[in-house]
């Protein structure tokens, strides 16, 4: 057998083996990436604002609360989802 | 790296046009709507007044109303314009004697601008002069004023919009149908499945993606409805009619209130967006495999 690499094959050696990305499978119940979970957490954050001004705010709790809870929701959507 | 330099050069000038005519225009909707606004006031300057406006649309029952009539306008029309499109496409899919004649006068109804078809509605449907109020009298007994019943007015812009959009629905699902390749529905037959069974686990999951996407051009179209019902009813009678497309032009152009109607626009596209993505997730999302 010759060293030389068959010359049927030199396309095949010459190409980089492609890496997919793997990802942990999250809580969600279909497969995300990370722009997907960030898109996720703007529209929760914009439906908990708009909540929030609608029924908690008259009752004294600042806009701020809900950015919070909406920020550390973020959080744990990217990370986790 | 050749082939992905071209790629980008290829994508630059859609990417440009995108950014000028897509991009720059919400970023600048967004930047007025946590704006008071008024261009044509004593005073033209655009005051900050924070989140105000969001404060503002959640309490105005008037944008709350314009949402519930757009959202059952939505409804009605994309579902029928899907079950008669679908039938309708159906029937072109099979041969009969001027099967070509009738395609083409049933697409006729595309090519017409929205302001030209409320103003032929507006024209059909008016007391003294409109055939329809004439006939449904005389056949029926039945008076039909929409200028004076909501449930007549909503009712005639839904029948109009239907007539309107149904047909790109059927060409849509015409080339869906066409492309399904025989094998399954031969194999499905072989297997003694009657036709319920071979649409709802062969046709309809084949030609999902066409009726998503479909519906996502509807959605979108029918949420932002303004011209035709302008033409026809211009809101009225009372709020009946007024959608939210007709609720921002109101906002905008009488009042001249930018600020507060970019806010809408802003909430509307919002409520687009999420429509059009739950339905994706509903329908194409590719599953999660964790178990548990």
Not at chain 2, 62 to 68: D, E, M, Q, R
Not at chain 2, 72 to 77: G, K, N, Q, R, Y
Request: charged share 10%; glycine share 6%.
């Amino acid at each position: 057998m010759s060293k030389e690499t068959p010359l049927a094959s030199v396309h095949l050696a010459e190409e980089e083996p492609v890496e997919l990305p793997v990802e942990k499978p999250g809580f969600l119940p279909i497969e995300t990436n990370w722009f997907d979970r960030l898109f996720i957490s703007v529209v929760i954050w914009v439906a908990l604002s708009l909540f929030w001004f609608r029924f908690i705010e008259p009752m004294g709790l600042s806009i701020w609360i809900s950015n919070a809870i909406a920020l550390g929701l973020a959080v744990w959507i990217i990370r986790k989802g | 790296m050749q082939s992905n330099r071209l790629g980008w050069i290829l994508l630059a000038p859609t990417m440009v046009i995108l950014f000028f005519f897509g991009v720059l225009p919400f970023v600048y909707v967004l930047w007025v709507s946590f704006h008071q606004w008024n261009p044509f006031a004593v005073d033209p300057t655009m005051v900050f007044n924070g989140a105000d406006n969001f404060r503002k649309i959640v309490f105005d029952a008037a944008f709350l109303n314009s949402v519930g009539v757009t959202v059952m306008f939505v409804f009605f029309a994309v579902v029928s314009e899907l079950i008669i499109g679908y039938f309708l496409a159906q029937a072109f899919m099979r041969d009969f004697p001027g099967k070509s004649f009738f395609r083409t006068i049933h697409t006729l109804p595309l090519i017409m601008a929205p302001i030209i078809v409320g103003s032929v509605w507006k024209l059909m449907m008016t007391p003294s002069i409109g055939i329809i109020p004439h006939y449904l009298n005389l056949w029926f007994g039945i008076s039909v004023n929409i200028g004076t019943s909501p449930a007549a007015a909503f009712t005639t812009i839904v029948i109009m919009d239907i007539w309107h959009w149904t047909p790109l629905v059927t060409l849509t699902l015409i080339a869906a149908l066409v492309s399904l390749p025989a094998d399954p529905f031969e194999q499905a037959q072989i297997d003694g499945a009657n036709k319920r069974q071979i649409f709802w686990h062969i046709t309809l999951p084949m030609i999902a993606p066409a009726v998503v996407a479909t519906v996502f051009i509807r959605l979108m179209d029918a949420l932002r409805t303004v011209d035709e019902v302008w033409m026809l009813t211009g809101g009225g009678p009372g709020s009946a009619t007024r959608f939210v497309g007709v609720h921002i032009f109101k906002e905008v152009f009488p009042k001249t209130n930018y600020g507060y109607g970019s806010t809408i626009s802003v909430i509307v596209l919002y409520l687009t967006i999420v429509a059009c993505w739950l339905l994706y997730v509903t329908m194409l999302a590719p599953r999660n495999s964790r178990k548990g």
